[in-house]
């Protein structure tokens, strides 16, 4: 089945405790990308991945690590955790085509991440 | 990007269609319309996109106004499982993947 694997998907943590979200997708897709949710502010865009060791800047990327040493896996790293980090994550895939999108991005199902 | 506007919350009676409007008035020639739904908490699911014509698939149609100013997603027969908060994005060329998420609309469907 095709699908887009976060994990954990719940996590309680104290400031300061660096933490790692993974993420995994099983599609070949060469475009990934990470985003928070937070009440009243929507979806924004953390980093994204266009291809294996090619990462940028989103919208809010202050806080925040990513690598993409391989084509699946896409994993978000909070070096240290601060409760403005609390939040609903969530991992993004996209195929490319001839550098193309289909306009059809693939979510993971999300994972809530509480900083005390 | 063009910014789109969204009514904040619908109703729909279930088993009968529902029309969800959003306008984007800014949109330029090469910027496609997307949507997608969230249901709770769950990640974003995609649902259509066009550019200029009406497009049709398993889950919904869109209808695009000739000047592009304007779409309608429909969901033809509304079902419980479809009340979600529903984005309409309109956004980048082809070739883009940066989608910028706003408010959308809650759908309500009411037995």
């Known amino acids: 089945e095709a699908q887009v694997t976060q994990n954990p998907r719940y996590l309680i943590t104290v400031t300061g405790k660096k933490l790692t979200v993974t993420c995994s997708q099983n599609m070949n897709h060469e475009y990934m990308s990470w985003y928070r949710q937070d009440p009243g502010l929507g979806l924004r865009q953390i980093y994204y991945?266009?291809?294996?060791?090619?990462?940028d800047k989103g919208d809010v990327p202050e806080g925040y690590k990513v690598s993409r040493k391989e084509k699946r896996n896409f994993p978000l790293i909070l070096e240290s955790p601060s409760p403005n980090q609390t939040s609903l994550y969530f991992c993004?895939?996209?195929?490319?085509?001839?550098?193309?999108?289909?306009?059809?991005?693939?979510f993971g199902e999300g994972s809530r991440l509480t900083v005390l | 990007d063009a910014k789109t506007t969204q009514p904040t919350s619908m109703d729909c009676a279930e088993g009968r269609a529902a029309n969800l409007p959003c306008n984007h008035s800014?949109?330029?020639?090469?910027?496609?319309v997307y949507w997608y739904r969230q249901i709770h908490s769950q990640g974003p699911q995609y649902i259509i996109h066009?550019?200029?014509n009406n497009e049709t698939n398993e889950m919904a149609s869109l209808i695009i106004t000739e000047d592009r100013k304007s779409s309608t997603l429909i969901l033809p027969h509304a079902t419980l499982r479809d009340t979600a908060v529903y984005y309409c994005?309109?956004?980048?060329?082809?070739?883009?993947?940066?989608?910028?998420f706003g408010k959308g609309t809650k759908l309500s469907v009411i037995p």
């Open positions: 991945s266009m291809n294996v060791e090619v990462t």
């Open positions: 066009g550019l200029k």
């Open positions: 800014t949109i330029s020639g090469n910027e496609y």
């Open positions: 993004a895939s996209t195929i490319r085509a001839g550098g193309l999108s289909t306009g059809e991005l693939f």
């Open positions: 994005i309109a956004q980048g060329g082809a070739g883009s993947y940066q989608l910028t």
